[in-house]
T-cell receptor, first 116, second 113 residues
Framework: DTGVSQDPRHKITKRGQNVTFRCDPISEHNRLYWYRQTLGQGPEFLTY????????KSRLLSDRFSAERPKGSFSTLEIQRTEQGDSAMYLC??????????????FGPGTRLTVT | DAKTTQPNSMESNEEEPVHLPCNHSTISGTDYIHWYRQLPSQGPEYVIH???SNVNNRMASLAIAEDRKSSTLILHRATLRDAAVYYC??????????????FGQGTELSVKP
């Protein structure tokens, strides 16, 4: 296994279009996180899954955003009716998890979205 | 979430040690101190973490103050590949916590040959 992968790496779309990103985590990791990063800022948490269950969503995740992890493996992040303010790098991370432990997160290379 | 304060930028010379400071005066007893770094055009990368004792790994050392209100990431010999933004993050770990990372602005480290 070579780490977390994300597809596509770059996406240019017109305002109002829908886009979907995919994240493939490290295979034995049961936690999967999505973050968003704008230029010059640190990443901001969006949501996370434990297996197929979405356990937390940030208030940054408006109702135009939806994330799924249907079989507890890969995840998708969809943005409907994109706006220019959605232009950012979308990062996915995964980690193992057992109760009471502090595991590091492994990040993918990100998907850079540009909304024109 | 408890907050961290880091300098915006630091410079280092290649082959010299680098000490990256982080203040976290409101840290609580259950907060772990995590460091990640982000190289240009890449996702963040885990560096090291600790709770109370100093920690060493192949990448770096983490020195934690006795009162835990500050910590220092030490790169023993900086290389050009260490040029990155370094983030100091406090991560709460209760049994039911999600373990999300709350990133600040970080310190941009530049390394001169």
């Amino acid at each position: 296994d070579t780490g977390v992968s994300q597809d596509p790496r770059h996406k240019i779309t017109k305002r109002g279009q829908n886009v979907t990103f995919r994240c493939d985590p490290i295979s034995e990791h049961n936690r999967l996180y999505w973050y968003r990063q704008t230029l010059g800022q640190g990443p901001e948490f969006l949501t996370y899954f434990q297996n197929e269950a979405q356990l937390e969503k940030s208030r940054l995740l408006s109702d135009r955003f939806s994330a799924e992890r249907p079989k507890g493996s890969f995840s998708t992040l969809e943005i409907q009716r994109t706006e220019q303010g959605d232009s950012a790098m979308y990062l996915c991370a995964s980690s193992p998890w057992t109760s009471g432990s502090s595991y590091e997160q492994y990040f993918g290379p990100g998907t850079r979205l540009t909304v024109t | 979430d408890a907050k961290t304060t880091q300098p915006n930028s630091m410079e280092s010379n290649e082959e010299e040690p680098v000490h990256l400071p982080c203040n976290h005066s409101t840290i609580s007893g259950t907060d772990y101190i995590h460091w990640y770094r982000q190289l240009p055009s890449q996702g963040p990368e885990y560096v090291i973490h600790g709770l109370t004792s100093n920690v060493n790994n192949r990448m770096a050392s983490l020195a934690i103050a006795e009162d835990r209100k500050s910590s220092t990431l030490i790169l023993h010999r900086a290389t050009l590949r260490d040029a990155a933004v370094y983030y100091c993050i406090l991560r709460v770990f209760y049994y039911n916590q999600g373990g999300k990372l709350i990133f600040g602005q970080g310190t941009e480290l530049s390394v001169k040959p």
